[in-house]
T-cell receptor
């Protein structure tokens, strides 16, 4: 079965501090992992996907197959990073996404 | 390009009524996906459609729910005889082809059943 777990519903850090949003998954094959973000009053949008190995808005995420994790990191948080973040998984050959429950990140000034 | 358009943004229905949710994909996108988000939960896949075809409906409840994506016009998610448990946010996403998760989402329709 495919499952995505985001253990923190809420995460609060100070501006300029490092941020790590945790994501663990359960899948026996080769998954594709994503992070989606939803800013206040905006639609859900793709932040990054593991196959592109890129950094978006200073965020990076590395797929760790040994630990089945895909944590999202940023070295220095900014106030505009405050949003709801969802980790998601797509199984081999599948078009649908399995989402975690989301983490609400708040950056304090 | 206006992106993925969903309407209405908010829909209130009494128990037993029908709810119709519409989704117009981005221009050039022929694949549509519907997700449901219940309160305090993540998004859950419902159905994946291409023009005139249902490709994967493994997440659709067996009864009362149906979806279509006709040759012309928007995709429709239809819920018959709504119950309180259907209250949720319903999101549509689209992609130009098989996107394996890299979609564009709409703003959602929030359905409230009273």
């Amino acid at each position: 079965a495919q499952r995505v777990t985001q253990p923190e519903k809420l995460l609060s850090v100070f501006k300029g501090a490092p941020v790590e949003l945790k994501c663990n998954y359960s899948y026996s094959g080769s998954p594709e992992l994503f992070w989606y973000v939803q800013y206040s009053r905006q639609r859900l949008q793709l932040l990054l996907r593991h196959i592109s190995r890129e950094s978006i808005k200073g965020f990076t995420a590395d797929l760790n197959k040994g630990e089945t994790s895909f944590h999202l990191k940023k070295p220095f948080a900014q106030e505009e990073d405050s949003a709801m973040y969802y980790c998601a998984l797509s199984g081999q050959g599948a078009q649908k996404l399995v989402f975690g429950q989301g983490t609400r990140l708040t950056i304090n000034p | 390009n206006a992106g993925v358009m969903q309407n209405p943004r908010h829909l209130v229905r009494r128990r037993g009524q029908e709810a119709r949710l519409r989704c117009s994909p981005m221009k050039g996108h022929s694949h549509v996906y519907w997700y449901r988000q219940l309160p305090e939960e993540g998004l859950k896949f419902m159905v994946y459609l291409q023009k005139e075809n249902i490709i994967d409906e493994s997440g659709m409840p067996k009864e009362r729910f149906s979806a279509e994506f006709p040759k012309e016009g928007p995709s429709i998610l239809r819920i018959q005889q709504v119950v309180r448990g259907d209250s949720a946010a319903y999101f549509c996403a689209s992609s130009p082809g098989q996107a394996r998760g890299g979609y564009t989402f709409g703003s959602g329709t929030r359905l409230t059943v009273v």
